[in-house]
């Protein structure tokens, strides 16, 4: 099983892959894990809970303790929430500047990969996982569409 099964050879690549960034990004105080949030709050016109969770692929209440972390340390600010929907979500000053420090980080990490991987490896792992994804939405979605009936 374990040979073929591919959810537990992403979990295997996955935790090494994020111990490799981990290790570049230690300096700048921010996580694999924690960049990608990062990046997207400050690449969205209007970042919030919804889009995040849907550009990250993560569900809420695996976002909100992420969030909450990030707000704590000082690198984003979550605001006032308007009746049902919760407030915008920004990066604090603090946020920007380790954003900034962790992409050159993130580009060492990369670069060291790009030295042992080829480009088209890299490409074709990247277009690989996006095949995957997709595909995994939709057993996802009809398994749901299943269970509904």
């Keep these: 099983m374990n040979r073929l099964c591919l959810s537990a050879n992403l979990r295997k690549t996955e935790r090494l ?12 105080g ?19 809970f919804r889009l995040l969770s849907n550009e ?7 976002l909100s303790r992420n969030l909450a972390l990030l707000e ?6 979550i605001g006032p929430s308007s009746g049902p929907k919760p407030g915008l ?5 603090k946020g920007r500047e ?8 993130w580009n060492e990490a990369h670069s060291h990969l790009e030295q042992i991987l080829s480009l088209t490896q890299i490409e074709d792992g990247l277009g690989f ?5 997709r595909g995994a939405r939709e ?3 009809d398994s749901a569409a299943e269970v509904a009936h």
């Design 17 to 28: 892959i994020t111990r490799h960034y981990d290790a570049y990004l230690s300096e700048a």
């Design 98 to 105: 380790t954003l900034r420090r962790a992409h050159k980080l």
């Design 129 to 133: 996982l996006k095949s995957l994804r």
């Design 72 to 77: 704590r340390v000082g690198f984003v600010d």
């Design 30 to 48: 921010v996580t694999a894990v924690q960049l990608p949030i990062l990046a997207t709050i400050a690449s969205a016109e209007e970042p919030t």
């Design 139 to 141: 057993v996802s979605d």
């Design 89 to 93: 979500i920004s990066l604090t000053r």
């Design 56 to 62: 990250l692929g993560l569900d809420r209440s695996t």
